[in-house]
């Protein structure tokens, strides 16, 4: 979970502004019309920074992220990065 958050320390400057985070949430959405974070698309986009993750990796990341455990909505996905960047 540590290697996935420090992966955009070093692509991503823009992780304070609600328009940037909404940028880089916006690259793990596999479909507009459905605004959460899946398991599939933590695994495809970190399979695209070459970043190799294990069913449960994919899984413990929503399980620390997500209130439910299945998907990650923009909200979540803020305060996630906020308090991750303001530690």
Not at 7 to 17: P, R
């Amino acid at each position: 979970f540590k290697e996935f958050c420090r992966f955009f320390d070093l692509e991503f400057k823009d992780y304070c502004s609600d328009d940037g985070l909404k940028l880089y949430f916006d690259l793990f959405i596999d479909d507009p019309n459905n605004q959460y974070i899946s398991s599939s698309s933590i695994k495809r986009i970190c399979n695209f920074i070459g970043m190799k993750l294990n069913p449960n990796e994919e899984q413990d990341i929503l399980d620390k992220a997500a209130l439910n455990g299945k998907t990650l909505s923009f909200e979540e996905f803020k305060d996630l990065m906020k308090l991750y960047y303001n530690k």
